[in-house]
């Protein structure tokens, strides 16, 4: 019913760039937040950055001033611009959308099925 999919992931070298892209699909009534998490091997997915419907963006503190999250698209579409990449910036990023499908009267997380990252030093 509802799809969560993202895009733009590769292999880059450090101080390069790469867009992310996630669109949120389907019989979908309303979209409240969606971000981006991150998740490296042997670590706990973490907030990369979010951006509510109202337009109020989060972002880790390891990411701030390299990377700038958007919405467009009635708030069904995130962009996730990465720059001045680091190889600890590595790892599968998925997007997360807050959706009410519907005939749904709550809100639910969908997830995407990531994009890996991968930064060379």
């Known amino acids: 019913q509802v799809q969560v999919v993202e895009s733009g992931g590769g292999l880059v070298q450090a101080g390069g760039s790469l867009r992310l892209s996630c669109a949120a699909s389907?019989?979908?009534?309303?979209?409240?937040?969606m971000g981006w998490y991150r998740q490296a091997p042997g670590k706990q997915r973490e907030l990369v950055a979010a951006?509510?419907?109202?337009?109020?963006?989060n972002y880790a503190e390891s990411v701030k001033g390299r990377f700038t999250i958007s919405r467009h698209n009635a708030n069904n579409t995130v962009y996730l611009q990465m720059n001045t990449l680091k190889p600890e910036d590595t790892g599968v990023y998925y997007c997360?959308?807050?959706?009410?499908?519907?005939?749904?009267?709550?809100?639910?997380?969908?997830w995407g099925q990531g994009t890996l990252v991968t930064v060379s030093s």
């Open positions: 389907g019989s979908i009534a309303s979209t409240d937040a």
């Open positions: 997360n959308a807050n959706v009410r499908r519907v005939g749904s009267s709550r809100y639910l997380q969908v």
């Open positions: 951006a509510t419907s109202g337009g109020r963006l």
